[in-house]
T-cell receptor, first 111, second 114 residues
Framework: SQTIHQWPATLVQPVGSPLSLECTVEGTSNPNLYWYRQAAGRGLQLLFYSVGIGQISSEVPQNLSASRPQDRQFILSSKKLLLSDSGFYLC??????????FGSGTRLTVV | SQQGEEDPQALSIQEGENATMNCSYKTSINNLQWYRQNSGRGLVHLILIRSNEREKHSGRLRVTLDTSKKSSSLLITASRAADTASYFCATERGLIQGAQKLVFGQGTRLTINP
């Protein structure tokens, strides 16, 4: 079966510290992968997407970066977190014809 | 940028009643999707309706699509406490490299009162 794993579930980090969020998918190959961010009580905004290993596209300019070192691994990073990076981060992959599957999310609080 | 708006932003009903949420969008679409998000959790795909479909059912869910009005509605019949969640509509847009992305509305917060 196809599943998506995202961790950690919650994270509290000080301003200026680095960030690494990881997402892995199982049961599919060469998926399109996505990182979304959700501000409190709001809809989701696409941050990055990837159509293959090493291929990263950014939707909005920001303090974050993404990498895809393996086919089913997608990583969201920052070298120095800002207060404005706080939010709920969701990884997703597209299941062709059946919608998108989302991970359980990471609640990031920058203090 | 957000594709459209959900209406209402919040809805509170009694258990057993029907809940209707509406979504409007701005551009032409290939399909429209509805998702549910329980508090603090990831999104769960509920239903996908294609642009050439007018109505679709899945269990207690009924989705309609009116492409002439660029609007969709989600009806949940015989609501249950477990239906309490936020509901989002989303449309797909094309990206470079042949990929697509989901563009979400702001969501409707549904509360089912026992």
């Amino acid at each position: 079966s196809q599943t998506i794993h995202q961790w950690p579930a919650t994270l509290v980090q000080p301003v200026g510290s680095p960030l690494s969020l990881e997402c892995t998918v199982e049961g599919t190959s060469n998926p399109n992968l996505y990182w979304y961010r959700q501000a409190a009580g709001r809809g989701l905004q696409l941050l990055f997407y990837s159509v293959g290993i090493g291929q990263i596209s950014s939707e909005v300019p920001q303090n974050l970066s993404a990498s895809r070192p393996q086919d089913r691994q997608f990583i969201l990073s920052s070298k120095k977190l800002l207060l404005s990076d706080s939010g709920f981060y969701l990884c997703a992959w597209k299941n062709t014809g059946y919608g998108y599957t989302f991970g359980s999310g990471t609640r990031l609080t920058v203090v | 940028s957000q594709q459209g708006e959900e209406d209402p932003q919040a809805l509170s009903i009694q258990e057993g009643e029907n809940a209707t949420m509406n979504c409007s969008y701005k551009t032409s679409i290939n399909n429209l999707q509805w998702y549910r998000q329980n508090s603090g959790r990831g999104l769960v795909h509920l239903i996908l309706i294609r642009s050439n479909e007018r109505e679709k059912h899945s269990g207690r869910l009924r989705v309609t699509l009116d492409t002439s009005k660029k609007s969709s509605s989600l009806l949940i019949t015989a609501s249950r406490a477990a239906d309490t969640a936020s509901y989002f509509c989303a449309t797909e847009r094309g990206l470079i490299q042949g990929a697509q992305k989901l563009v979400f509305g702001q969501g409707t917060r549904l509360t089912i009162n026992p």
